[in-house]
């Protein structure tokens, strides 16, 4: 039986290093690199020509510009908007990767089920929303922490609490995403093998196979929901952190 | 798991993960996204801008509605007024002949009533006359005197 973590092993295509770092262009850069042609593809011929009425490919991408502006429109306020390429970037790149890595038969690496690939992203996120936070709001920003009209020491509590949580949220973030990742591709491996193993079996070939087939078909689409889910709480929750950096409670 | 094997993908991956996106952001997203959102926001604003035209044409036929019904309501009472002047002119003229008929048939009335006052007046002093002459000759047969005529006129006119 083949190891279902088998299809998580990076395996570098050409080895490289920078300063004493291993920076080896892998599997894993590889499917980076088609999740960013791919959205290089489609962002490209969608805005080609915009127009006000908009072709198939300006539709699509309009309405995945739209979905993103919307949400920080409802989650950040209008002041939202000009992190909008922000999170659009996060939100399409982890959703490529997701989708991606779903491709069957190609030998698919998902690179958003490395905690850290996912764990990089939300450090983008985390930083993002620091810098925004210090910069607006310069030391007033910690008042994040701070309940409202609280005495002194469930005040301390409190923070010491709001703090550890915030510097927690990247872990989170990436933990989130990765787990569900390799969840879904683990799942899909075990059943796959089991379409195997039962299928062969001598006296009665390939009918034992059907179902975990049927099974594994279930899961794809599955999987590409929550491919597209993950993308979205991840994009969500990035907007939802940018909101306490620009708009202190 | 191979993910926790940090020595081996930990640095190829973030190194990779920091240029590609670099790419995608500054490369990609930022090279196009504003031109749809340009587009997007032009097309808002034709759309709300047609709607407040609309908008504006419609209180405009609403008042052009508004006038037209205030007109027509006016000249209906013109309309209504001037009929009732019209109907009561008339009533007024038709009563000015009708007295004026009136007056010319009392008149004529009057005259023929006088006329018939007269004739009557006549006929009475003819029958008189008639009656006394009767009387004188029937006295005459019967007493065979002839009375006078006088007298035989005013024994009638005392027995009328």
């Given amino acids: ?31 980076m690199l088609f999740a960013l042609v791919a959205i290089s593809i489609f962002l490209f011929v969608g805005t080609a020509k915009p127009q006000l009425v908009p072709g198939r490919w300006q539709a699509a991408t309009e309405y995945l510009y739209d979905f993103v502006r919307k949400m920080l429109d409802e989650n950040v306020g209008p002041e939202g908007r000009r992190f909008a390429p922000l999170i659009f970037s996060i939100f399409i790149f982890v959703l490529a990767c997701n989708l991606l890595g779903l491709i069957p038969w190609v030998g698919a690496f998902t690179p958003t089920s490395h905690v850290t690939v ?77 379409v195997v193993t039962l299928g062969s079996f001598g006296a009665l070939p390939y009918v034992f196979g059907i179902l975990p087939l049927g099974v594994n078909i279930a899961l794809t689409a599955l999987e590409v929901l929550i491919a597209v889910v993950q993308a979205y709480v991840f994009a969500l929750l990035a907007s939802l952190y940018l909101n306490d950096a620009i708009n202190l409670h | 798991m191979p993910q926790f094997d940090f020595a081996h993908v930990l640095w190829p991956q973030l190194a990779w993960l920091a240029v590609f996106f670099a790419v995608l952001y500054f490369g990609v997203v930022r090279m196009t996204l504003p031109k749809l959102g340009k587009v997007m926001d032009a097309r808002e604003q034709s759309i709300s801008g047609d709607l407040a035209t609309a908008k504006a044409a419609k209180a405009t036929a609403d008042e052009i509605d508004a006038q037209y019904h205030a007109e027509m309501g006016r000249s209906r009472d ?36 006088a006329r018939i006052a007269k004739a009557v007046s006549k006929a009475e002093g003819a029958l008189a006359d008639a009656a006394a002459e009767s009387a004188q000759a029937i006295v005459a047969k019967l007493t065979g005197v002839e009375p006078k005529l006088d007298a035989a006129k005013s024994a009638v006119s005392a027995r009328a």
């Fill in chain 2, 78 to 113: 013109e309309a209504r007024s001037a009929i009732a002047a019209a109907k009561a002119a008339a009533a007024k003229s038709t009563e000015a002949s009708l007295a004026k008929a009136g007056a010319k048939a009392d008149e004529a009335l009057a005259d023929a009533e």
């Fill in chain 1, 1 to 31: 039986m083949a190891n279902p973590m088998e299809q998580f092993s990076v395996q570098t295509i050409k080895p490289l290093e920078v300063a004493g770092y291993d920076v080896s262009f892998t599997n894993s850069s590889l499917w």
């Fill in chain 1, 118 to 194: 996912t764990f990089g992203l939300a450090m983008i996120v985390f930083v993002t929303v620091c810098v925004v936070g210090i910069w607006r709001h310069g030391f007033h920003f910690l008042a994040l922490f701070w309940p409202k009209d609280a005495n002194i020491f469930l005040g301390a509590f409190v923070f010491t609490i709001e703090f550890l949580s915030f510097l927690t949220r990247p872990f989170t973030l990436a933990i989130r995403l990765f787990a569900n990742m390799t969840a879904g591709h683990v799942l899909l491996k075990v059943f796959g093998t089991f």
